[in-house]
């Protein structure tokens, strides 16, 4: 029996929020901190299947995980420069304004006395849009550059939320407008602006993109999330450099944990774990880092999964969702059983709770470059007929899918790389695939895993994986999929770079774990704003929507036929949720930030006192659904780690850590705590 004695600060297991908390306890002052994983690569989705950071927001990037997309984008060239245009006077409105590039033609400005310029249809010019400073009573004041009275202003992602609707037109120095909710600081924000040859136009006239300061992919001036784009290889170097840096020790291969916990003067504390194979691990404190939540589990820290109800924290997007989506065709063989990947079992009621979960999958590493692409080939496990209900939408829709995005597959990047062998000198593409609907998700395939023991969670992720090679097969392969996606697939494979050492090749290490258990404890961080005592015990900032993928796909309707058939029925889906954080349906993932407050990373102080969970953090389903974005589970893994040196460093109570010295602490490491 191997065994490891160590009085140490561990967190575990391997999403990049454990390693964050690792390195972060290191900086903080704990002298002897251990990483361990039930893998032999660490960082999880982030360096083993996502290659598109998502945080819809970048301004709430900072600390840790800043440093770490710093890394990552220093390793890529930076892109040249475009050559700076002379600045030049434009008229807009009448008013003359200095921006970077002009139009030929135009009349005399009589304002300034310049020649006004036209602006050709469709031309890019760069214009320094505004400051904007809420004073929280619902209104807004314009800042502009100094010298330049005024600017073009867009109802756009970022303002979307605040400014009146169909916002689009001048706005002049100094004036304000009334919000449609309370808004908070927006500042230092530059836009390009592309204007018709008449000026303003309709909404399509206006291509906006934020040249923010924050680093982003190369070749990229900034923009509204997603922000970051990079390689799974390169991020994995960049965070085994930091974990050595820090003086990490990592033990890999720790599955299936049983957990040693005593109580010493009315605290419970966990002491030990020992893993399946016999190594045992023993700590003062711990952050628990894994998606599922299995070392909290372990130590006898309430834990849940599945969906509550509406009633349990009264929330508008919990429990069984309505019919969100609807396919005519039958979901029926003529036996009267349901064709594959269609369910049908019973349906909580509507708002109802459940124990199933939201679809997993992996996030495909995709090129067209002759040189680096490993071809889609049959797997073994393939079975023609479990594709029936993709030919059967097909059928339905009367043609087969042009292209893969057209078949629920997207390309999401592209992914920088140094590939240079693609046809005609163009640029080769590689991409982070995702897929949703009748796609790579995998609908109904990830409801046993949550609460799985080790064995039910590798057969899951087996599963999943036999799913997504059958499904590219059946693009590449099938009559029903039609020639021209059966060309596009021809001139795509999984990328020789990127997991070269997986089973199978060249296939992402890390299953989406979307969602899986989730901690109770004495705080639950509900769809609601929490109260402001919780708010002033923020650790670090969030900003996404309440977004659920689909749960459910089910067989609806129709009446049972006395042949054993169903007549009426068809595919339905269920368990889609993408709301703002006032409830409603959004229209995009960006969100103004909020807090993370630091009791979400706590269990209950009656059943551990020394463990901090801030991946399966104690949250609703709706909750954790606006948390579960890498880089806010980085962000929430950071200040778990600072917390844990400090409860370690005055041997006290992870709830006992006092709130303000680790707020002054994570500052000083550069984490923004307030909105």
């Given amino acids: 029996q191997q065994q490891q004695l160590l009085r140490l600060l561990l967190p575990s297991t391997t999403a990049k929020a454990g390693c964050m908390a690792a390195i972060a306890a290191s900086r903080s002052g704990a002298r002897r901190v251990v990483l361990a994983s039930p893998y032999v690569h660490v960082g999880g989705m982030t360096t083993g299947g996502i290659m598109h950071a998502d945080s819809a927001n970048t301004s709430t990037i900072a600390g840790l995980t800043k440093e770490f997309f710093d890394r990552v984008l220093a390793r890529y060239p930076p892109s040249p420069p475009p050559p700076a245009p002379s600045p030049r006077y434009e008229c807009v409105s009448g008013r003359c304004m200095q921006l970077?590039?002009?139009?030929?033609?135009?009349?005399?400005?009589?304002?300034?006395?310049?020649?006004?310029?036209?602006l050709a249809t469709n031309e890019w010019l760069a214009v320094n849009f505004l400051s904007v400073l809420s004073n929280g009573n619902r209104t807004l004041t314009v800042q502009l550059p100094k010298g330049q009275e005024t600017s073009c202003i867009k109802k756009s992602e970022q303002l979307c939320h605040y400014l009146p609707k169909n916002m689009y037109q001048n706005v002049s120095q100094g004036q304000v407008f009334q919000l449609s909710r309370p808004a908070t600081i927006l500042d230092h924000t530059y836009w390009l602006i592309t204007l018709p040859r008449s000026g303003l136009g309709n909404d399509g006239d206006l291509q906006p993109f934020v040249a923010d300061p924050s680093p982003l992919h190369p070749g990229s001036p900034g923009q509204i999330g997603p922000p970051w784009l990079y390689e799974s290889h390169v991020a994995e170097d960049v965070l085994e450099e930091m974990l050595f840096e820090a003086n990490i020790t990592v033990v890999c291969?720790?599955?299936?944990?049983?957990?040693?916990?005593?109580?010493?003067?009315?605290?419970?504390?966990?002491?030990?774990?020992?893993?399946?194979?016999?190594?045992?691990?023993?700590?003062?404190?711990?952050?628990?880092?894994?998606?599922?939540?299995?070392?909290?589990?372990?130590?006898?820290?309430?834990?849940?999964?599945?969906?509550?109800?509406?009633?349990?924290?009264?929330?508008?997007?919990?429990?069984?969702?309505?019919?969100?989506?609807?396919?005519?065709?039958?979901?029926?063989?003529?036996?009267?059983?349901?064709?594959?990947?269609?369910?049908?079992?019973?349906?909580?009621?509507?708002?109802?709770?459940?124990?199933?979960?939201?679809?997993?999958?992996?996030?495909?590493?995709?090129?067209?470059?002759?040189?680096?692409?490993?071809?889609?080939?049959?797997?073994?496990?393939?079975?023609?007929?479990?594709?029936?209900?993709?030919?059967?939408?097909?059928?339905?829709?009367?043609?087969?899918?042009?292209?893969?995005?057209?078949?629920?597959?997207?390309?999401?990047?592209?992914?920088?790389?140094?590939?240079?062998?693609?046809?005609?000198?163009?640029a080769?593409?590689?991409?982070?695939?995702?897929?949703?609907?009748?796609?790579?998700?995998?609908?109904?395939?990830?409801?046993?895993?949550?609460?799985?023991?080790?064995?039910?969670?590798?057969?899951?992720?087996?599963?999943?994986?036999?799913?997504?090679?059958?499904?590219?097969?059946?693009?590449?392969?099938?009559?029903?999929?039609?020639?021209?996606?059966?060309?596009?697939?021809?001139?795509?494979?999984?990328?020789?770079?990127?997991?070269?050492?997986?089973?199978?090749?060249?296939?992402?290490?890390?299953?989406?774990?979307?969602?899986?258990?989730?901690?109770?404890?004495?705080?639950?961080?509900?769809?609601?704003?929490?109260?402001?005592?919780?708010?002033?015990?923020?650790?670090?900032?969030?900003?996404?929507?309440?977004?659920?993928?689909?749960?459910?796909?089910?067989?609806?309707?129709?009446?049972?036929?006395?042949?054993?058939?169903?007549?009426?029925a068809y595919v339905a889906a269920e368990g889609r949720v993408n709301n703002d954080h006032d409830g409603k349906p959004a229209g995009t993932v960006y969100q103004q930030p909020y807090h993370v407050p630091y009791d979400a990373l706590l269990p209950k102080r009656v059943q551990l006192t020394n463990v901090l969970v801030p991946v399966a953090c104690s949250a609703s389903h709706v909750r954790i659904n606006a948390v579960r974005m890498e880089p806010a589970w980085m962000i929430q893994g950071h200040a778990a780690g600072t917390a844990a040196a400090l409860a370690l460093r005055n041997t006290s109570a992870v709830q006992d850590v006092d709130v303000v010295t680790l707020q002054r602490v994570l500052q000083a490491q550069k984490q923004m705590i307030w909105p």
């Fill in 100 to 118: 970077s590039h002009h139009a030929a033609g135009g009349t005399t400005d009589p304002h300034c006395g310049k020649v006004c310029k036209p």
């Fill in 428 to 568: 080769c593409i590689k991409c982070d695939m995702l897929g949703m609907k009748h796609a790579t998700d995998m609908l109904n395939g990830a409801w046993g895993y949550p609460n799985g023991t080790t064995a039910e969670r590798a057969a899951i992720r087996d599963a999943h994986v036999q799913y997504t090679l059958g499904l590219l097969w059946f693009w590449a392969s099938d009559p029903a999929s039609g020639d021209a996606l059966h060309r596009q697939m021809d001139t795509l494979g999984f990328c020789r770079d990127e997991y070269a050492d997986a089973s199978p090749p060249y296939f992402p290490y890390q299953l989406y774990v979307r969602e899986a258990r989730r901690l109770v404890g004495d705080f639950v961080w509900t769809e609601h704003q929490p109260a402001d005592a919780f708010l002033r015990r923020s650790v670090g900032l969030g900003a996404y929507t309440f977004d659920c993928h689909w749960v459910s796909l089910y067989a609806a309707a129709g009446a049972t036929t006395g042949n054993g058939g169903v007549a009426g």
């Fill in 253 to 426: 291969g720790l599955k299936g944990l049983v957990a040693s916990a005593t109580t010493k003067s009315s605290q419970t504390v966990l002491q030990a774990v020992t893993s399946e194979a016999g190594t045992v691990l023993a700590g003062d404190v711990w952050v628990d880092g894994s998606y599922e939540g299995d070392l909290a589990f372990a130590a006898g820290a309430d834990m849940v999964w599945g969906r509550e109800g509406t009633a349990a924290y009264n929330e508008s997007g919990a429990g069984r969702r309505p019919e969100s989506l609807r396919y005519h065709v039958d979901p029926y063989w003529p036996d009267g059983s349901v064709i594959p990947h269609v369910s049908d079992a019973p349906l909580a009621p509507v708002g109802g709770a459940d124990d199933r979960t939201e679809t997993y999958d992996f996030r495909l590493c995709v090129t067209d470059s002759p040189g680096n692409r490993v071809p889609f080939s049959k797997p073994a496990s393939y079975n023609a007929s479990e594709w029936e209900l993709w030919r059967r939408l097909y059928k339905a829709s009367g043609k087969p899918p042009a292209s893969l995005a057209e078949a629920g597959l997207g390309c999401l990047g592209p992914i920088p790389n140094s590939y240079s062998d693609c046809p005609g000198g163009r």
